[in-house]
């Protein structure tokens, strides 16, 4: 059987609130137009996806220069909904899975990654989650300060970058809706996750592998988690400090 083709969701969507950091320390209005070794960030990332397996890209935008830079670049354009969940719910509506989800800070994107991330996700897997191991990540870039999830199989870090294989992946979609809609009352969050999985935790017995796909049963689809092979592809531009490594690590590539 021949794989099916994939499709790609790139997040760009302005948060209302607070200026973006990065954004706002370079002058513009989304950090997705920031300049990168001589391209826009959301540029590397549509290049990576359009030299792997993906044939179809979206992005999901509200400022105006982005949507026009998306145009530019070939990508379909979905209008960005209330939070991050609705827009990847409407992404999956008009592409369909599997769809990989990323976003547009995501800046050191290789299509390697994207690939490798694709053949290592189980056939069985509904949700696939990419994350990188502390030690992967402090190998590839030693003094990266990253947030890290410590489990008992080590500490990991997410790499912004998801696969939803299945169509049954709306039912993940729709916990995250539930889970951003719960965001200040974090009791309600723990409550989904189940005692069990909070105890296990807590104990330091619970590996991430087995949380996810824990997690992925008590709502009804499989979960996967998968290890990045390249420690990188967990840095992405949160902070202007990002935003320099970044510079200098894209600045240094043939």
């Not at 996700?121 to 949700?127: C, I, L, M, R």
């Amino acid at each position: 059987m021949m794989d099916r083709p994939h499709a790609a969701l790139v997040l760009a969507g302005s948060r209302p609130g607070a200026p973006d950091p990065v954004a706002a320390s370079e002058g513009t209005s989304h950090k997705a137009l920031v300049d990168i070794a001589g391209k826009p960030m959301l540029a590397h990332v549509v290049g990576a996806l359009r030299q792997s397996r993906v044939e179809r890209i979206a992005v999901v935008a509200n400022d105006p220069a982005v949507i026009a830079l998306a145009q530019d670049l070939g990508c379909e354009v979905i209008p960005a909904e209330a939070g991050p969940s609705a827009s990847v719910a409407a992404g999956l509506e008009r592409l369909g899975a599997p769809m990989l989800v990323t976003t547009s800070d995501h800046a050191l994107l290789r299509s390697a990654w994207v690939d490798d991330f694709i053949a290592d996700t189980p056939a069985d897997a509904d949700v696939a989650v990419l994350l990188a191991r502390r030690e992967a990540i402090e190998a590839a870039m030693p003094g990266s300060k990253r947030t890290y999830l410590r489990f008992a199989d080590g500490d990991w870090s997410g790499c912004n970058l998801f696969l939803l294989n299945t169509p049954r992946a709306e039912t993940a979609i729709d916990t995250w809706k539930l889970v951003e809609a719960d965001r200040k009352r974090p009791w309600r969050i723990a409550a989904r996750l189940g005692v069990g999985i909070l105890i296990g935790y807590a104990l330091g017995r619970l590996t991430l592998a087995g949380a996810l796909a824990r997690l992925g049963d008590k709502i009804g689809v499989s979960a996967r988690l998968v290890a990045a092979r390249d420690g990188l592809a967990a840095v992405d531009v949160d902070k202007p400090s990002d935003l320099a490594d970044a510079r200098a690590i894209l600045s240094a590539r043939p």
